[in-house]
């Protein structure tokens, strides 16, 4: 009875030692009666989404009473499961009488684990809590799950006061995620508030002009339609 020796080792393929996995070498010994070994090659888990890599562990020459088989290599491919979280725009503009706005943030690459990120907004010159209001909260993407929301309601006050910015940020992921670009988004809340009042405080006509135009003027922002009621009372001059 006698026992044999069979070395083994990993090769890079695509997948690159110490960057994707640990290079591994030994030997393994068979003695009496023993049937198989098990060979173990650590697995870098990164956090970069990239395509399927293999690398291959060979088997060497054996000692003793053996030789080596047909399958003296086999292939490993390592599959991906990262993900990057993100917004789909940078920059988006708000009408200050829409109530709120909708963010979404997109999950790119494999979408076959559970991944999480926060979120939070932070005042510009919009201010929480007098043009916004201040959301925080976190995100869960579910297995095959590739979009999320983010809704933020909008103040709607009667100032007239200028375009306004605040920003949504993403915080750190959990699970197989990194953040990717742009994981900020700089929200411009367009002020839609403006005032009407006649022209002139005063008018003057002739008795015998057939009538009096006044004119209303609107000042502030036209991006919305308004309406303004109108009656006379009399003073000196009755109807």
């Given at each position: 009875?006698?026992?044999?020796?069979?070395?083994?080792?990993?090769?890079?393929?695509?997948?690159?030692?110490?960057?994707?996995?640990?290079?591994?070498?030994?030997?393994?010994?068979?003695?009496?009666?023993?049937?198989?070994?098990?060979?173990?090659?650590?697995?870098?888990n990164d956090?970069?989404?990239?395509?399927?890599?293999?690398?291959?562990?060979g088997?060497?020459?054996?000692?003793?009473?053996?030789?080596?088989?047909?399958?003296?290599?086999?292939?490993?491919?390592?599959?991906?499961d990262?993900s990057?979280?993100q917004?789909?725009?940078?920059?988006?503009n708000?009408?200050?009488?829409?109530g709120?706005?909708?963010?979404?943030?997109?999950?790119?690459?494999?979408?076959?684990?559970?991944?999480?990120?926060?979120?939070?907004?932070?005042?510009?010159?919009?201010?929480q809590?007098?043009d916004?209001?201040g959301?925080n909260?976190?995100?869960?993407?579910g297995?095959?799950?590739?979009?999320?929301?983010?809704?933020v309601?909008?103040?709607?006050?009667?100032?007239?006061?200028?375009?306004?910015t605040?920003t949504?940020?993403l915080?750190?992921?959990?699970?197989?995620?990194?953040?990717?670009?742009?994981n900020?988004?700089?929200?411009t809340?367009l002020?839609?508030d403006?005032?009407?009042?006649?022209?002139?405080?005063?008018a003057?006509v002739?008795?015998?002009?057939?009538?009096?135009?006044?004119?209303?003027?609107?000042?502030?922002?036209?991006?919305?339609?308004?309406?303004?009621?109108?009656?006379?009372?009399n003073?000196?001059?009755?109807?």
């Amino acid at each position: 009875m006698c026992s044999s020796d069979l070395p083994y080792s990993t090769t890079n393929g695509t997948a690159v030692a110490g960057s994707d996995f640990v290079a591994t070498n030994g030997t393994l010994t068979f003695g009496t009666n023993v049937s198989s070994q098990i060979i173990t090659v650590a697995i870098v888990n990164d956090k970069i989404v990239e395509p399927t890599k293999t690398f291959t562990v060979g088997l060497g020459t054996p000692t003793g009473q053996a030789a080596l088989g047909a399958t003296s290599m086999t292939t490993v491919s390592i599959i991906d499961d990262d993900s990057t979280l993100q917004f789909t725009v940078s920059n988006t503009n708000i009408i200050e009488s829409a109530g709120s706005i909708t963010l979404t943030v997109t999950r790119v690459g494999s979408s076959n684990s559970t991944v999480s990120v926060p979120f939070s907004t932070a005042n510009n010159t919009a201010l929480q809590g007098s043009d916004y209001v201040g959301t925080n909260n976190t995100l869960v993407f579910g297995t095959n799950v590739t979009s999320q929301t983010i809704t933020v309601p909008i103040i709607n006050d009667k100032v007239i006061e200028g375009s306004e910015t605040f920003t949504v940020n993403l915080g750190v992921p959990t699970g197989e995620a990194a953040l990717g670009s742009p994981n900020a988004v700089v929200v411009t809340i367009l002020d839609d508030d403006s005032y009407l009042q006649f022209a002139t405080a005063t008018a003057t006509v002739l008795e015998s002009g057939t009538n009096v135009v006044l004119t209303v003027t609107r000042t502030g922002a036209k991006l919305t339609t308004v309406s303004v009621p109108y009656s006379f009372i009399n003073g000196s001059a009755t109807n």
